[in-house]
């Protein structure tokens, strides 16, 4: 994180710069947006609500203000809550990129094989896994760069990589969580 810190002072000089080349549809207004996030979360039969996240963006040509929710699952971890981001908005023709910068409060759940024991059978070795599980508060802090193309009108697609690390007791020696997905966004007024 402390690299990307001097290039985020960068951003504000190089949004004004790209802006001034051209806007795009989703520069300006109100853009909803849904993003499914599990493309490099395994396993993906976990049967619980995969990663994703959903935001409200208010967008001014060269900056947005993103509120809205995020939710990782791993094979035994979650974490989810309520985030806020701020981002430049960089035009390259009709594609849009936005790095952006963020936190999350919200909740870390997580589950552990702490009292598990190995057992020798007629049919081998194993282990019978016992898991405890531990749900806590959790903050978070991350850095994102999301890609948007227009597709029709006021629709559009969205690709996102982003790196977040977070607090809290249940992910001790696992903090940090990388995300890649894909979504869609719906822009509202101007």
Avoid: C
Avoid at 57 to 77: P, Q
Avoid at 160 to 175: C, V
Wanted: no cysteine.
């Amino acid at each position: 994180m402390p690299q990307i810190a001097p290039l985020l002072l960068l951003l504000p000089a190089l949004s004004v710069s790209l802006a001034a080349q051209g806007s795009g549809r989703f520069d300006t207004g109100l853009v909803v947006r849904a993003d499914w996030l599990q493309a490099n979360a395994l396993p993906l039969e976990r049967k619980v609500l995969q990663s994703a996240d959903a935001a409200i963006s208010f967008r001014r040509r060269t900056w947005a203000v993103d509120a809205g929710f995020l939710r990782v699952a791993r094979t035994l971890s979650t974490v989810q809550g309520g985030t806020v981001s701020l981002g430049g908005l960089l035009h390259l023709g009709p594609v849009l990129f936005i790095p952006s910068v963020g936190i999350l409060g919200g909740q870390a759940k997580s589950s552990r094989d702490l009292t598990g024991y190995n057992f020798v059978s007629g049919q081998g070795t194993g282990r019978q896994p016992r898991y405890t599980y531990t749900t806590a508060f959790t903050a978070g802090g991350g850095a994102a760069l999301g890609v948007e193309v227009p597709v029709f009108r006021d629709v559009g697609l969205r690709v996102q990589a982003a790196q977040w690390f977070f607090s809290g007791a249940p992910l001790e020696g696992d903090r940090q969580r990388t995300l890649l997905g894909a979504g869609l966004q719906v822009r509202f007024g101007r």
